[in-house]
């Protein structure tokens, strides 16, 4: 009971009511700069991107008036007619230049199909022209392994057709190419994701594994790619599938990619596929019952296999930025209580401390206490100041739906804000051991100034030891709690944590650990330091 009214009194001392708005505050313009900052990098690609085909009005109209043509010149309004019809399509339709856009893929398909078709056609056409003659006759007109030599990019192209005519199916692949524009072009203007994909079906397009899948967005009839089950279709079809590469692949391939050995690579690519069966369970569990995950992948998550083009933004998606509160948090804790114990020799009331009937480990261990609960209030206010901006801007319906999680071998939907606050409390655990150094510091050198400027320094070291730790041969930092303080960079798969995961296995185990012999260190050392001190008079 003793310590518990001794912690009552750190706070009575340390608080009050301006100290708690100035918190308030500086967690306030943090948070809502993070979520603004994260959706702002998980949007999606607006009017300012659309897929544009080339197109010059000026060269267009030049061409339209021009009489006698060339088969070069005639070939290029062609091609400008199409990009013009394309880019109209575009803007009306708002069709995004991103990867996650089907209609662009089409598009390209379209106008790959068409220049085909026109270039064979003209070979077919005219064989005994003297200009198409002369390409199919000379040999310097013909592929060559260091690149094209060709005089310009049509004749590149008819060369390259020369042989065609002599081909015996090549009216039936024409028409066969013919077919596709039709179903292309009949699937753009339904303008249907849902259509376009069971067309994918049924052409054996997709992954026997992703039909199941498919079938889901098309049976609820989705019809726009940014719906959140349109892009969880696209995050699961391209999550990686590939078997590991044996060790004479991988040093013809992978030794660049930033694994220090073979025996890594293998170690790394089966974190890979783990993580991506979780995944893929995850998201088939999001769909068949109609509830959002909030997986995020981002273009480091799996070596660059799926991107954040194929991300839909959730409210739970921002409050999960929680983790990378650490930092302001931190120097929060720096600020207002790096003198938790030197502030009290310097105004004196250490002397009416240590002359009350209590043991000085109390005290000390009281202050302690004060402190981690103090961290553990300005995260919580990070938390609802999260939740809050979250909610009003992408709603808090989301935020009362169910954490889908992989478990015990299955999918199981659980308490979000629970699941939540046991993540941030297993990535508090390093964040008591920069508190301890705090302490400790605080103790020994009874200098708040010093202390405050050295663990602010502290504070904000983490991304530089992530950095320092993936790009050079650093990888002994991982066994210290330093580079855990911002547990968001393993919690959110950034970039540097895969980068590390190349070289060594770094997980949040191994940081607990080092921290909490770090605590019990430095802490200890705390401890026999203010019983023993003397206190001046």
């Not at 979520?35 to 030049?62: C, I, L, P, S, W």
């Not at 590469?245 to 974190?271: H, L, M, P």
Request: with cysteine; hydrophobic share 40%.
């Amino acid at each position: 009971m003793k310590i518990f009214n001794l912690v009552k009194s750190e706070f009575v001392k340390n608080y009050s009511l301006k100290k708690l708005l100035f918190i308030i505050l500086v967690i306030t313009i943090f948070g809502v700069g993070l979520v603004e900052f994260t959706n702002r990098f998980y949007q999606k690609d607006t009017g300012d991107n659309y897929a544009y085909f080339h197109f010059d009005e000026y060269e267009y109209k030049e061409l339209s008036a021009k009489e006698n043509k060339t088969f070069e010149e005639e070939y290029k309004l062609y091609e400008m007619n199409i990009a013009k019809e394309m880019n109209e399509y575009i803007v009306k339709n708002k069709v995004s230049s991103s990867d996650y856009d089907w209609r662009n893929r089409l598009l390209m398909e379209i106008n790959f199909y068409l220049d085909n078709n026109y270039l064979d056609k003209l070979i077919l056409d005219n064989i005994d022209n003297s200009f198409i003659k002369n390409i199919c006759s000379n040999d310097s007109y013909k592929p060559t392994e260091f690149g094209d030599g060709y005089a310009s990019s049509f004749v590149a192209q008819i060369a390259t057709r020369c042989d065609h005519y002599n081909d015996k199916d090549l009216d039936k692949k024409i028409a066969e190419r013919e077919k596709m524009i039709e179903d292309d072009s009949k699937l753009l203007k339904e303008n249907k994701y849902y259509l376009y994909l069971q067309y994918l079906v049924d052409q054996g397009m997709t992954y026997p594994d992703e039909v199941e899948v498919a079938k889901l967005v098309i049976d609820k009839k989705v019809e726009d790619v940014n719906d959140w089950r349109a892009l969880s279709f696209l995050q699961y079809s391209n999550l990686p599938i590939s078997d590991i590469s044996d060790e004479k692949t991988y040093n013809e391939s992978y030794a660049t990619y930033g694994y220090s050995s073979y025996e890594d690579y293998v170690r790394y690519q089966k974190i890979l596929k783990k993580d991506a069966e979780k995944d893929k369970k995850i998201i088939l569990y999001s769909l068949k019952n109609d509830i959002k995950h909030d997986l995020v992948f981002d273009k480091t998550t799996y070596s660059g296999m799926i991107n954040n083009s194929f991300d839909y933004i959730t409210s739970k998606t921002m409050v999960n930025q929680s983790f990378h509160l650490t930092i302001i948090v931190l120097i929060l804790v720096c600020i207002t209580s790096s003198g938790i114990v030197s502030n009290e020799h310097s105004k004196g009331t250490i002397k009416n401390i240590i002359t009350t009937p209590v043991k000085r480990y109390k005290i000390l261990l009281s202050k302690f206490i004060y402190l981690i609960l103090h961290t553990y209030i300005i995260w919580l206010i990070g938390v609802v100041v999260l939740s809050i901006y979250a909610g009003i801007k992408f709603g808090f319906t989301d935020l009362i739906t169910p954490k889908l999680i992989y478990s015990g071998g299955k999918v199981v939907e659980v308490n979000y804000y629970l699941y939540l606050l046991k993540d941030l409390f297993f990535a508090s655990i390093p964040v008591i051991a920069f508190l301890s150094i705090l302490f400790f510091l605080s103790t020994v050198t009874l200098n708040t100034a010093l202390t405050t400027s050295v663990m602010t320094i502290l504070a904000i070291i983490p991304s530089i030891l992530y950095f320092m730790c993936s790009h050079f041969n650093l990888n002994f930092l991982i066994y210290t709690p330093l580079p855990y303080f911002d547990c968001g960079f393993i919690f959110n798969k950034h970039e540097f944590y895969t980068d590390i995961l190349k070289k060594v296995n770094m997980n949040l185990g191994i940081g607990i650990v080092a921290s909490l012999i770090t605590i019990i260190v430095f802490y200890g050392i705390t401890n026999v330091i203010y019983i023993k001190k003397d206190i001046k008079s």
